[in-house]
């Protein structure tokens, strides 16, 4: 998963980039990457990690003009290099373009081959390479339309920001499977127009959200103002699910809706489906911070008090020192620690968004046992994870998804749970789009069942992909 | 504000007192410090910053043993330098002496003036330092006995560590002013002791809270086990009661009472103290995460939802780079942003322990304001903080503190709220006092009312001090 | 100007890499970087700076297999960005390549243009880019013969290295102007090859140079052993001759020549050519280190004494603080001092390689004349550089170079010295003639007074060029 | 060794400091560290390191005022921690004190346990801390005569540089084993005050000597000027002769006499003493860079030409990757490179300063061997190196001395030389003397053969002294 933003008209366009990149850092601590223009050339910094450790005010400083796009990648299974990092900036015929991705191509092997074959060379293990070759081969005159021609070859998920010296053109895939929405703010006599992969960055740089980019919209903003423009034939909208289950920070808004209030929904809705025998004794508690509106939820449906059963630490980074000797639960605790006021002689409902290999859960499981916890059950706030993604999120492989090859049941058992209940698909499709029809769409659109991607829970997969060949991408690897 | 962590009788020594100080890193994060013993010689190693950032595998490495004693200290007024880190280590006649210090002495301008007459030199700007040169000089045998004459020579809070290549010797001043409790684990055939600021260090590394620490008690922890002494003349106890309201985790116990269910209880007492007019469109919402179990409790008590109505941020560092051109409330946005859902349209209760300067609360309201709430009410855990602490908490003077000189409704006016209601000084140590008195201290002391220190909502010092001359400690500024 | 080093056959390719890289330290402190293959991919490491710095134990690890290449690169005129850092390695439809390139490319500008309009994208600001993505589009089956097709398209300078998981080809241009030589070991039951700029790099591994690579040869090492091909059309010789005056390391020999005794040989020449009177209060001294054989020629000469009458520092690095009141000659003082011990009183005839801009120049002849010589006479081993080098190497703007606008009395003038004189260019170029005549090519062929590029020192450039529009290859201003 | 250097009176103290360290790097890279004042507090900032590397622009902005003293501490055996760094910064009764100590004190085991025993704490593994605890427990009135009164208690070697607030105080030892020499410059309308270790700090600034500072001499250095005083019983003189063998920079003087000269003075009596059989065949070669002078002196009296046959590299750091498959002479080849031009089929005569262990000259004969000499000569500028030095050069101890243990035929033999030959001790202090008495020192002393300290070729020791008892002043192990 990435996370993309871009500003067009701001006097700070770079420091704003980095903002905007600041409030998406939830969407991908990999590496960072801004590209800005002055209106003649092009300027990048990248960086790996963070947003803030990558960019010192001399970096900013490099980068000039303003208009600006930057990226925030997420960490993924194959090499973690700067060459990877985005923005990729390149120069071709019409001059220099960088281009900022989010999502991932289905047909991407395909597309490698055929182009290697016709003499091209890849400098980066990134599909979005092969869309800039597909740009720069174009014959057609503008940008726009070389852009519209290369994406109809490529099959897949792309939320993508094109900077050039005179334009940042934005394209949401037809089945808008990732999210992207157009912002705008005041700035001096004009208005400066901001596009990001949520609202939350809009929020910081104190932006307003206009609307969610369309499927298939292609969005070309230049001194001239925004244009939209349809280029690619229509396709059902696939929306991402797992965005409103966990991916999206809760103050965001997609298609109209409050991710905050989608998982207390979802919380309620479990509460229902799957509930745990009521009594004085009952608590519900969250694994924070991301289960916390659902517990919300689930404890409001419940009638049984919500309580923060888990304390979060604020210090945890990436690498920690662990003793050879070891301590029971260790990789949790230095995250997360029982809060054994409210959880002794209590029967406790943990709640939290998915169940991904099982190994974190059975150690939050046995933790609020030890600290006294008479029943532990657990609910997740989404049907069980079966599936991979092969749209833009890094999930593991189906055989280390535990829901790939144990039922529920055998879940229970190997968290060591009193019971584990999971939300129904149904019950998590109702609940977004109830709240979606509610809010009532600019285009007027009714999201009906068929409206969301759910492939990582239902294995039903909106566009069809070819698995990459083992170590395809990553034949010369680089530093 | 500092942390201390000391472990006696475990063979990773130093890991250990690396994920202590782990979980007290929320004490302090100036510096971090451990020192070793191996019994025969004593191995520092200090560093500027977090204790994650100070400590590679290869500096714990260097310390070896199976005795430690660990530091973390918060960040001052005055100059932030390495040689002020702890513990601070010597050589004297007996051999080497290492001290961890959470407190401050009250009288240690006049000490150090008496010291530097007698031909003393000091190269930190510590008041610890002192405590070292009063033990030094003792003509006493035994390091306890040394100790405890130094002792008698100082007045103020603090609980102290010392470690020597033998033994670890804890100290908590006849006033119990700062907090310090006893663990125990077992480890191979023996059992390992361990000493903490706070009980939440003992549940990372597996141990077991045995007790607090008793006032005036000292512990002479060595090979031979743990000796009980209390050499000092007895003193009315005067616990911080700032460490409820704020600074200890909430995890974490003191005098057997639960720091999280204190909280909820301010929480459900302010509710009743300083009640907001009901109504379906009230909400209770907390400045996260200090004051969520104050906000679970007034949710409770006004039967109001309790929602998160501020969502904070994971990824705010120290430094930040902030836009010439500035942006409402940038300070705060960038570590909380309203939740729009939970507030747009609402009367919203904003629950926080405890107002300092103002201008956070008032940036905090005027975005609560600006993201649609009808009504703010302010509601603070804790009476105005009017006085200065001399006790090792680190104030602004009284002059930056808001309700030093103003009142209350001028605090409201200022912040912008609709209202703002502040928790008695007598709910406050009820609330403290009778769950203290339910906990059942092992003593079988009833804590009275006049058992807390509460001087910076008071202004009632239970210790006189002598205000430190202007630079006095910092003549010399050394990096 | 940069240097490149190969090695095939060798259980620790990378790490010998390292050492050939440190060897040839004085051709390029910008950035370093090393691709080694395991036979089945490659693996890269890449990092600004010397080679020292930006390779850890770490780094070198991450370099696994028996075959390496590896570049040094001169900090240029242009962007100092990672991206520009070699080798260069892509993948393309035969697997992955990496190139590594000593040289420059005349006609880099329309090479760009006409693969630009068909559709290739550059993510680099170099021309060794273009010969990659030559290598692509071949049709040709071999690897060999792609390279040898796509270099009859390119005009320049160039040594080249190329690795891919099966071979490491190595080029010299048909006028074999920059430097390029072949070695080998023994190692275990075989022989290990390796190939540098320089054959100083074969000392450190403990390596033996076999010859000098010949024009316009391409050499495949492969685990079939060296094979030895001839591609490319005959052209005359044209040997960089400011590699002899300045750049090469004394300790190498290039042609067969010591570069040490033709430094000796142009002193002794200069000391004919521009005597300075004899007297008892005579001493020569050189700019140290690169002076120093041209001096101990010109002394021998000129039966003087040879002193060290500038002793230079071994601690000066990049940066350094310069105070804001100024210091005489500051700059030049950091790394040089006077030694007065030799220069009070005496005639000193100060001994440099070049003058390039003069500053430098005129400062040292100030503060020599400051520690008391009665004379400063300026004796330069090579004719006055009057041009830019478009083959490779970073020389200023021919309106910075004070010679191309100065006569040799003005420049004395402008140095304040005595005298200045300089090596005549038919004096450098027989030098450099008859002691390769001595030393006698492998080839049997007679070096001509032809047989050199010295169009630094005469404009007569052997290869047009089309100078670079501005700022052409920077566009894409990237980090 | 170590270095030091004091300004008084300069707009740029600090900065000042920092180059006049950097001037004397040579004497220690271990750490360095600049205390400066404005007057009224002492401002401190200490780095492991160069002086380049540990202190930015930002770290000399602390450090205000118009007087500063700096010292550079060379790599000890003992630990290399932070804490050792000087100058040592004090706070004691008069008020803050800073002290930068070059030399060593022989009586400081029995000082350290008689101040341990009053009550005294150590927070160094430095000597230094106790001259500072003896003058903070003097009952004089001025600071001028507490020091005299502490250094009356101690015996060794010492320059030392005192400041306060007030005051720059020099100090040299009655035997003036250190040296220490006074320097003067033009600042606006009055005149700065500078002390250094050698006089070519004073040349980077652009100060000048006036004179070295006295045996047994006080400079008090106030806004009154220069006042002198000698307070110590006056002793026999015995400079350290070392100082004049390896450790000074040529271009400094040491009373009165060029390094450099001296150099070239030992080289030609080694030529007499121990000549080599002539011919067209010999080469006289240095091993640079401190061999260079002795070299130049050596070739000169023996009428054989001086000749580079050793390339010395410019980039060597401290770390270097060592492949596993072993370099022959990998260590010194990494520093130096035979050059085969001027070596091959010669008698070769190499220069050095001295053997200490004799494993580099080992190698380098090797090597140069290797490179084709047909003989090699190491003749080397001093006695052989017998004794460990107590009076602050950090030698290895006797036994890892070759020479305490070989003859010089064991020794050529260890060598594989074919001769070896070291200057006498009588050659040795005549060639010091005689120039000495020539330059005329302006007390007008005649220096006699008994004014120097030889110890480490003769043992003959001018001081008695306590071997430290193992690892006395190492206790406390911190970082």
Not at 43 to 72: C, E, N, Y
Not at 176 to 195: F, K, N, Q
Not at 417 to 428: C, I, K, N, Q
């Amino acid at each position: 998963m990435c996370g993309v933003f871009g500003i067009f008209g701001h006097p700070e366009a770079a420091n704003m980039a980095y903002l905007g990149l600041h409030a998406l850092q939830h969407r991908g601590q990999e590496s960072a990457g801004i590209v800005s223009s002055d209106g003649e050339r092009l300027f990048g910094h990248r960086a790996m990690g963070r947003v803030q450790s990558g960019f010192s005010p001399t970096d900013l400083a490099t980068l000039p003009g303003d208009r600006a796009i930057g990226h925030v990648r997420y960490s993924t299974a194959g090499g973690s290099h700067l060459k990877n990092a985005q923005p990729l900036g390149v120069d071709y015929a019409r001059g220099s373009l960088a281009v900022a991705h989010n999502g991932n191509l289905t047909n991407h092997e395909a597309l490698r081959d055929r182009l290697e074959a016709r003499g091209s060379i890849y400098q980066t293990a990134s599909d979005t390479e092969s869309i800039v070759h597909l740009i720069a081969m174009s014959k057609k005159e503008e940008l726009r339309d070389r852009i519209a021609e290369a994406l109809t070859q490529v099959e897949g998920a792309y939320s993508l920001l094109f900077l050039t010296e005179r334009e940042l053109i934005a394209v949401r895939d037809p089945r808008a499977i990732r999210p992207l929405c157009l912002g705008e703010m005041a700035s001096g006599s004009g208005v400066t127009h901001v596009v990001a992969s949520e609202s939350t960055a809009f929020d910081l740089i104190g932006a307003r959200k206009v609307r969610d980019v369309a499927p298939g919209e292609m969005l070309i903003i230049s001194a001239d103002g925004v244009r939209s423009e349809f280029p690619f034939a229509q396709e059902p909208r696939k929306l991402c699910i797992f965005e409103h289950v966990y991916f999206a920070r809760p103050d965001s808004t997609i298609q109209g809706v409050s991710v905050y209030e989608v998982r207390k929904a979802f919380g309620r809705r479990l509460a229902a489906e799957q509930p745990v025998e009521p009594g004085d004794d009952l608590v519900v508690i969250p694994v924070p911070d991301s289960g916390v509106p659902a517990a919300i939820g689930f404890a409001d449906r419940a009638r049984a008090p919500f309580e923060m059963g888990l304390i979060r630490s604020h210090y945890v980074g990436r690498t920690f020192i662990e003793p050879q000797q070891s301590i029971r639960h260790f990789g949790v605790r230095l995250k997360l620690n029982p809060n054994r006021a409210v959880i002794e002689g209590k029967r406790v409902v943990v709640i939290d968004d998915s169940i991904v290999r099982g190994t974190t859960s059975r150690k939050i499981v046995k933790m609020i046992r030890d600290a006294g916890a008479r029943e532990v059950h657990v609910r997740i706030s989404s049907p069980p994870t079966r599936w991979p993604c092969y749209y833009g999120i890094d999930t593991p492989t189906r055989s280390e998804l535990i829901a790939s090859s144990h039922s529920v049941d055998e879940i229970s058992s190997y968290l060591t749970a009193d019971s584990v209940g999971y939300l129904s698909l149904e019950g998590l499709v109702e609940s977004v789009r109830s709240l979606e029809a509610r809010a009532g769409d600019a285009s007027g659109a009714r999201p009906s069942a068929e409206s969301y991607c759910h492939a990582c829970f239902s294995g039903s997969y909106p566009i069809p992909f070819t698995p990459a060949a083992p170590n395809r991408q990553l034949r010369m690897v680089s530093g």
